[in-house]
């Protein structure tokens, strides 16, 4: 698998006329040679590939490991004695123009790889991620069967007294004890936090009082999980307590928004033509406005695979075309922030987002994450 | 406190001839506005400060956050209609000489930041934060003693039939259990897992029969919280079953190489010398390689604070010197790979590092991690 990533990879440097590519990213270097346990902390990891040569180098704290496990590669440990430099030089006859991850590279590394080589170009392997192969879908699908399991695990938990961080943590432990890890911090939302897209988890406190209102109180998990380095992402919106109509109005607009993207993708394909990015991100924004909600504050939707967030971007400015083989959500959300009242014409802060996975079949989308989405109400 | 240190980062501003100074990394950014739930995987907001202006610069995920938590900043929420680029151009009158952290901008937004302003300059607040302040200290303190309970915690875990991951996930509990984070993923490496600095945790499950040989089997443990966004750092190596004659030489060897590398800082401290941060690196090598030992195949200590590696550098080629305020670890270790044969002339393959903390202070170093380091036999 990996040897045919790096042909295809070869193939493109051909195409390109380039005579060598420094990988850098740790999502590029764990999709050609499987090693994943790079932190992203600091740079401890290159690929430099070449038609004649592949060296992945990195320092003693992962040589070990990497000559267990990364035998495809020719191992440089770059030391005090020896230095990276010594590599490069090696290198300087035989490669010209160096492609590199201008998107991952820092300008610092730029400066210090140009001094070696003629010419740096701009490469990406977007394109060659952004299709799944069996293999790939089979782990992402996985992956969602485990978000689908966290998910039923905290419905049962979610009780008065629990805070957002319990949640979020029990979401972990049910994830890491299955032996999967999270693939971001689990997101928990309750009441006006839910307005928040990226609401950063804290310690409100479910309180009784909570649901004793005219208005249930919304409840915001988005989670994903991580399985053999492959990513799901989901979100739920419940409530704890009776909805307001206008709220039950949030919740099905949004499930309506997802369900037109959908439909619009599968007729797009059924017809046999090209589906846009940019389409179906409209189809459900424009069903969000129309019913005179503001418009969703983020894209609607985004490729997922070794990264949570890769191509293709289903956004408005969007260039991606969904292809045959991608995996990517589509994630429509209202969000009613707190304009200082303490109710808004739209009630109560909050906000509803509703998230599923699908993958690009030959007869249509497929939803791989599987959680009901009826409006589900607690206890 | 960040008024204080944009006070500061303005003054350095004027020093250098700067008209204004872009903060992309994450840690900069937690440490101009105190706010530190960006993450990583994709770059979500910048600081753009001059001498009359602040921006925070970041997305509809983030403003609402950002609005009631760092009130000392102009939010600035880009969007499809209220693009970067407009904020940037009505500035442009404003800033001739843009700073950018060239180690941490990447290659492709340093090509769309110099399209807006005259120059690009590089800038660094490394030796801002590398001084901690009482404040600091107190939160790195703290970290540290979470760090402390949860070794503690630790080794009534270790029995025979647990794996390696459940041990790193039986730490992870207890830190979030107390409130804090992990501020990298535990190490726990079993015998030959040990020889590897960086060992990925692994399945790897204590044998009964791992103790009945004529060497104990090593365990090391090396673990971090983060404790209000502050880091703690600290590795320990324990022995399951008696340790061979070789086993206890190496372990006290590394034990006597931190003890020299802390002395002779304290003895430079006592006499008002400048301490370079090589030379106590030197020191502890040189203890290891006099006894016929290899080297260590890393920097002997890292600075340590809102990120677990920082500023100052403990290694051979450092040109860091330490200075009052500073936090650091230092941890000497021994590694003895597996060469190909069942045992080589150290005996069976294995490493052992002991890592702690210190803070510089008037009166020398002191060390802020404090689980024992007397060598441990367990059961």
């Known amino acids: 698998m990996f040897n045919k990533r790096i042909k295809e990879l070869r193939k493109k440097l051909l195409k390109e ?35 004649d040569f592949q060296y992945i180098i990195t320092d003693g704290r992962y040589s070990e490991a990497i000559k267990r496990q990364v035998v495809h590669f020719n191992l440089f440990e770059r030391n005090h004695e020896n230095k990276l430099e010594s590599l490069l030089k090696s290198l300087k006859n035989r490669i010209n123009v160096l492609a590199v991850e201008e998107d991952d590279l820092t300008v610092l590394e730029h400066k210090f790889f140009k001094k070696h080589f003629k010419k740096l170009k701009s490469i990406s392997l977007h394109t060659h991620r952004s299709i799944k192969s069996t293999e790939e879908i089979t782990k992402i699908k996985k992956a969602c069967q485990l978000g689908d399991q966290a998910f039923e695990h905290i419905l049962k938990k979610i009780k008065v007294g629990i805070s957002e961080k319990s949640l979020a ?13 999270i693939s971001f911090p689990s997101i928990v939302a309750f009441g006006k936090n839910s307005s928040i897209p990226h609401h950063h988890t804290g310690n409100d406190i479910l309180g009784s009082e909570s649901s004793s209102g005219q208005e249930g109180l919304i409840i915001l998990l988005d989670l994903g999980v991580k399985f053999e380095n492959y990513c799901s992402d989901m979100t739920r919106t419940v409530f704890f307590g009776k909805p307001s109509n206008k709220q039950k109005e949030i919740y099905e607009t949004v499930l309506e928004a997802q369900k037109r993207a959908v439909s619009f993708a599968n007729s797009k394909i059924k017809s046999g033509e090209a589906v846009k990015a940019s389409e179906i991100d409209k189809i459900a924004r424009e069903e969000i406005i129309s019913k005179g909600f503001p418009t969703i504050p983020h894209s609607l939707g985004h490729g997922i695979g070794l990264e949570v967030h890769e191509r293709p971007s289903l956004s408005p400015k969007s260039k991606d075309q969904l292809k045959l083989g991608m995996v990517f959500s589509i994630e429509p959300g209202i969000y009613i922030p707190d304009f200082g009242s303490p109710r808004s014409r739209f009630g109560e802060a909050g906000g509803v987002r509703i998230e599923d996975l699908y993958v690009y079949g030959k007869k249509g989308l497929s939803q791989l994450t599987n959680s009901s989405k009826k409006l589900l109400i607690i206890p």
Do not use: H, P
């Not at 420094?22 to 070449?50: D, H, K, P, Q």
């Not at 972990?172 to 299955?178: L, M, R, S, T, V």
């Open 169 to 181: 943590w029990e979401i972990e432990k049910f994830i890491k004890d299955q032996g999967a890890q």
């Open 17 to 51: 006329k380039l005579d060598g590519v420094l990988i850098s990213s740790i999502s590029n270097i764990t999709f050609l040679t499987g090693y994943a346990n790079f932190s992203g902390e600091e740079r401890e990891a290159y690929l430099l590939i070449g038609k």
